[in-house]
């Protein structure tokens, strides 16, 4: 039986926030967010944007915010696809519309948490049609856990689901 195809998306920014996001590594994410919008706005009728940041909680806020707001603290990355499955759930169930979901950070998440970001992470791609976690790790930014490749947490993810798609973004260049 093929699933229905419907003709409204909704598409979740979520991004980490905290206070190692420097402002290069914030401007890559926005540039990534900026192209992945033009792309899925164009397939679609309509497509409403929910905007996602998060430090060790998650926080829906409005696009200027989002691009613009900066915390310092820690990171709990669980915390922004639990949010974005309750928003789905509430606002746009997955028996009406397309659901896909972002989320961009430099990796560094709080050890503690990764098994339950894996898990959130879980619940949120069996109600999508894709989910994406991108890591931003520039030239000038290479913490010593991420030894020039993936994080923790990626490399946990990767063999979670096919609707999971997983990259690792140096360069504004490597956007594409």
């Not at 990355?77 to 896909?100: Q, V």
């Not at 913490?143 to 140096?170: D, M, N, T, Y």
């Amino acid at each position: 039986c093929a699933l229905p195809i419907y003709s409204n998306a909704v598409i979740f920014f979520m991004m980490d926030t905290s206070g190692s996001m420097t402002t290069n590594i914030k401007f890559i994410a926005r540039s990534f967010f900026f192209l992945l919008y033009q792309f899925i706005r164009h397939k679609y009728e309509n497509v409403k944007i929910v905007f996602i940041g998060h430090t060790t909680e998650a926080y829906e806020t409005d696009e200027d915010s989002f691009f613009k707001r900066g915390s310092s603290g820690g990171t709990q990355i669980s915390s922004a696809p639990k949010l974005a499955r309750e928003i789905a759930l509430e606002r746009f169930h997955p028996s009406s519309w397309n659901i896909y979901a972002f989320h961009c950070s430099d990796g560094d998440n709080f050890e503690t948490d990764n098994e339950n970001a894996f898990e959130e992470f879980k619940k949120l791609c069996d109600m999508s049609q894709m989910v994406g976690y991108c890591e931003i790790k520039p030239p000038e930014f290479q913490p010593a856990w991420s030894q020039g490749g993936l994080g923790p947490l990626a490399k946990k993810l990767s063999a979670l689901s096919p609707k999971l798609r997983i990259s690792l973004i140096e360069t504004k260049n490597d956007i594409w």
